[in-house]
């Protein structure tokens, strides 16, 4: 079992910064995949970014590339999102999930744990 616990959203202007942390409890964080997602109001939950059990390995959603960057310390049993170039599309509620194993971790069915999301809001 894998507590997830999002922190760090909130209100930014368009092209600002903000950075995600989730902190997992439990002694296996780092055999976990680790991802993170984002659900705008009335649409479907989308992936973000993921980063493998190492912290090695990453993919990140087309519209992301470049401005966001998962990243992990195993050592402190959390992940982060740094945020960069916050645009209004970007305003959603995100989501922290773990995916056990060596799953890649791009499709939202591959998680098996999800924290309760933490409110990203950009104006324009």
């Known amino acids: 079992q894998v507590q997830l616990v999002e922190s760090g959203g909130g209100l930014v202007q368009a092209g600002g910064s903000l950075r995600l942390s989730c902190a997992a409890s439990?002694?296996?964080?780092?055999?976990?995949?680790m991802g993170w997602f984002r659900q705008a109001p009335g649409k479907e939950r989308k992936f973000v970014a993921a980063i493998r059990r190492s912290g090695s390995s990453t993919d990140y959603a087309d519209s992301v590339k470049g401005r966001f960057t998962i990243s992990r310390d195993n050592a402190q049993n959390t992940v982060y999102l740094q945020m960069n170039s916050l645009e209004r599309e970007d305003t959603a509620v995100y989501y922290c999930?773990?995916?056990?194993?060596?799953?890649?971790?791009?499709?939202?069915?591959?998680?098996?744990?999800w924290g309760q999301g933490t409110q990203v809001t950009v104006s324009s």
């Open positions: 439990g002694r296996t964080f780092s055999s976990y995949t």
């Open positions: 999930a773990a995916a056990p194993g060596l799953r890649r971790g791009v499709s939202r069915h591959e998680y098996d744990y």
